[in-house]
């Protein structure tokens, strides 16, 4: 699944640009992305530069010769497909998912219906346009709900709904930041998020991670920014609970086309130990805090071999990977 990093000749990745920043509501987490790819690639000797599309155009990365794109970005105009779609017409390799999944990915109800027709389990959902939809949605899903935009990452505008009452507010909170809402059945239990990594029959899952968060409350802060959220790894889940996850992790990030990279998050229900996907990541976090490095990790994978299998996988859509020289 992947490589060792001596077989890697980090002067065939050629000029590097690592994307990071950006325009949307995830650009403080994306500089701290950003910067600790720029410094892990350049501890492995990588010609690597730092590159904000809020900055720059991107047709400079053409003008400045750069070979490769590490995508460290995220949210809208990193995560959804339209920076893929630039990188394609100036026909420069770039990691993660392709122009398509990536747009899936980031729709977190188009993600779901194409999860729902292959079988794969997803909590209920309902989409609305107004408070008074939310009001019908929470009738008809029951409570607790969760109230988050369509499109949008990091638990921005997210809101657990307990009360008839709190509808109108979840609902113009969430629709600050997308017009496009959700309202999605809450699952009671563990929390757990999968990495994978590899393309098509060779993508594989990493450990699964279990999270515990202050008051059971997974959030932007305390995604980013706290130190009292716990994460087990190795998850301490049975072990066939452990594989089962990966499995349908694997199956869902197939489903939707993905390749180069991502994660999945996953809740257990209590009740009866059935996993549930919520949403996949196609350009996940890689900060102090972030997950993927913490599950390669525990597969005896550093931060800067992480860094190098992810860049040395960059691609074009419809096109074999840019494998470096061995």
């Known amino acids: 699944m992947s490589m060792n990093m001596k077989n890697i000749d980090v002067h065939a990745l050629g000029k590097v640009a690592v994307l990071m920043g950006g325009r949307s509501s995830e650009r ?14 350049r501890s492995q000797g990588v010609d690597a530069h730092a590159f904000d599309p809020a900055q720059q ?32 017409l100036l026909g420069i390799p770039y990691t993660g998912s392709g122009v398509m999944a990536s747009s899936i990915a980031m729709d977190k109800v188009m993600t779901k219906r194409i999860w729902r027709f292959e079988g794969l389990p997803t909590p209920d959902w309902r989409m609305v346009g107004s408070a008074q939809e939310t009001s019908q949605a929470f009738a008809a899903l029951g409570a607790p709900m969760i109230v988050k935009p369509a499109r949008d990452g990091s638990s921005m505008g997210l809101t657990k709904v307990t009360d008839a009452g709190q509808c109108a507010q979840a609902y113009a909170l969430a629709a600050q930041y997308d017009e496009e809402v959700l309202c999605e059945q809450f699952i009671a239990g563990d929390e757990t998020t999968c990495a994978v990594l590899g393309s098509g029959s060779g993508a594989a899952a990493l450990p699964v991670i ?63 130990r059935q996993p549930f996907l919520l949403e996949i990541n196609t350009s996940p976090g890689m900060t102090s805090h972030s997950l993927v490095p913490m599950a390669a990790r525990a597969q005896a ?14 691609a074009l859509d419809n096109t074999s990977p840019q494998e470096p020289a061995i």
């Open 28 to 41: 403080e987490v994306s500089l701290m992305s950003g910067q600790g790819v720029l410094d892990a690639l």
């Open 301 to 314: 994978m550093s931060y800067e071999q992480l860094c190098l299998t992810i860049l040395a996988a960059a």
């Open 210 to 272: 279990r999270i515990e968060a202050p008051g059971g409350n997974y959030d932007y802060q305390n995604k980013y920014f706290t130190d009292t959220t716990q994460y087990h790894c190795p998850s301490g889940l049975p072990a066939d609970e452990e594989v089962c996850i990966q499995q349908i992790v694997e199956k869902a990030f197939r489903t939707l086309g993905c390749r180069g990279w991502g994660r999945a998050d996953v809740m257990i229900r209590k009740s009866d």
């Open 57 to 88: 155009s991107l047709d400079a990365l053409k003008k400045q010769g750069f070979d490769r794109c590490f995508i460290a970005l995220h949210g809208r105009f990193g995560e959804d497909g339209t920076v893929q779609g630039a990188l394609e």
